[in-house]
């Protein structure tokens, strides 16, 4: 099985900043991607970041320009720096590892999940 353990949410005043990490572990092949999604109260999950196995990012259109994400293949984590924040950035974010074994079928794994607080 994969485990994923996530940290580094916690309280915040807004214009201040978070990094966060997810490491995962167990019996991993191949790890095509890695990223963060995030649901706020009384929201759906959205996509906040991801990132492929080859570097290539995505951002969501609100955290462009605030967020960055990266990876340390070596260590199968994916960070996210989260700077600028605002109120709205609060919720809990989901760390997501799409897997592929040696017959490439790709399989996705969540978090527990950290929460951020944006407050003053």
């Known amino acids: 099985q994969v485990q994923l353990v996530e940290s580094g949410g916690g309280l915040v005043q807004p214009g201040g900043s978070l990094r966060l990490s997810c490491a995962a572990s167990g019996s991993i092949f191949s790890i095509n991607a890695m990223g963060w999604y995030r649901q706020a109260p009384g929201k759906q999950r959205e996509l906040v970041a991801t990132i492929t196995s080859g570097g290539s990012t995505n951002y969501a259109d609100s955290v462009k320009g605030r967020c960055t994400i990266s990876r340390d293949n070596a260590k199968n984590t994916v960070y996210l720096q989260m700077n600028s924040l605002k109120p709205e950035d609060t919720a809990v974010y989901y760390c997501?590892?799409?897997?592929?074994?040696?017959?490439?079928?790709?399989?996705?794994?969540w978090g527990k999940g950290t929460l951020v607080t944006v407050s003053s």
């Open positions: 997501n590892v799409l897997t592929v074994d040696k017959m490439y079928r790709g399989t996705a794994y």
